[in-house]
């Protein structure tokens, strides 16, 4: 089947307005020193029915149907950025696998995780889950969805942050980055056990449990859960063997003759797997990054690694031009802040979040020995949810999880806290690289006298 013209024009018109709007917002937001990523969202809020569709409803809903060619074109785009997003964070993942001030670091991996995840539980308790509950949505899931979104912490986001403030390269970035590889890797299992929970209680199987045609709540429930937790479980420590393997042997003249497209076919490839044992595929795309990254990182040879360095560095720039700006784009054209936005339960739980996982991060770092400036500025950096909290509103709405409400809510949740972190690194900038030329804290200072005496000294 192919798209005749006027349909096609459709969609090109679509694209182009999206990228165009993406990019120039996404500009304007690194020239001020801000997150590109949420101006490209901020391009989506305004061509979508938050702006456009309130002054020109007419033609916003003929630019972006919610139905036909354009909007199936479209379709395959967006899910295109999202897996590209993924595999690309998978490499991040790798990339920023540090070790060093591993006192703190451990610290405020678990604490900055394990707090605020149970205090999103413990808050889910108390709200009307079927106010924000979609079609597949319970108690358990939307509750677990609740516990992610307060833990959260984006490695896009904030490298991207480090990267504009020249802070990259220091051991504050170090650490903040190895704790939000933890974290993230944590809430991401978390987030494929709600997606196994949602697709139990659709009723609708599809890949290798479709084959025992059962469809009661019970067995399908522990079917999705369990299948989802042995994928990371098998190619999280076997991922990188499997992926030298193909290398080397039956796709050798594929990685031989395009290194990139040999690493797309590895995502598609693992994506696949995933449909195949009736899990989301993004998991695929997210462990098919780390696997890849992992192998490239342990290539023997430099020719080897500079081949794969310039793969890498060809589909990061050609998914950062196209295909993920439409995927940040898409996530403010499905926001509807005149419609969809429960300001006084929004504004609730920013507050929380931002309480529970600032002040458990904070005392995290005081507890290893940090001094308070030092334990404030890793708060605030750990508390940018970014891509990862985008990535959490968008899937769990398209599973059926959480409704438009909450969808809004956990986005414009991502938005505000990556602009509070860069902000507040853009202000104390000279404070954070003094902590980077500052020595591991003595383990001395990881008691309350220790810690206080380092004050005075200071």
Known sequence: MTLQSPDLMHLFVAVTLLLVAAHTTGHLFQLLRQPPVIGEIVAGLFLGPTVLGVFAPEVQGWLFPSQGPAAAGLGVLYEAGLLLLLFLSGREMVEHRHRGRGRSTASMALIGVIVPFAAGLFTARFVDIDALSGPQGTRTSVGLVFGIGVAVTSIPVISRIMLDLDILRTAFARV???????????????????????????????????????????????????????????????????????????????????????????????????????????????????????????????????????????????????FIPLYFANVGLQLDLAHHFPLLFFAAFLLMACLVKLVSVWAAARLAGEDNKAAQHFAVALNARGGPGIVLATVTLAAGVINEDFYTVLAMLSIVTSQIAGVWLHVFRKQVIDIARQSAPSPALATPQGAANSAKQR
């Not at 479709?210 to 190619?235: E, G, I, Q, R």
């Not at 695929?284 to 040879?301: M, N």
Request: charged share 15%.
């Open 176 to 322: 903040v980055l190895s704790i939000a590889v933890f974290e993230d890797l944590v809430l991401y299992v978390m987030l494929a056990v709600v997606l196994g929970l949602a697709q139990a209680k659709s009723g609708t199987t599809y890949g290798l449990w479709s084959v025992f045609d059962n469809n009661d709540a019970l067995p399908s429930t522990v079917y999705y859960v369990v299948a989802s937790l042995v994928f990371f479980a098998v190619f999280l420590p076997l991922g990188r063997g499997f992926f030298r393997m193909l290398a080397r042997g039956p796709a050798h003249f594929i990685e031989k003759r395009s290194p990139t497209g040999f690493r797309l076919v590895f995502m598609l490839g693992m994506a696949l797997i995933c449909v195949g044992l009736g899990i989301n595929p993004v998991f695929g795309a997210l462990l098919a990054g780390a696997c890849a990254a992992g192998a490239d990182t342990q290539a023997a040879e430099p020719e080897q690694r500079a081949s794969a360095d310039a793969a890498w560095e060809a589909l990061k720039r050609f998914s950062l031009g196209f």
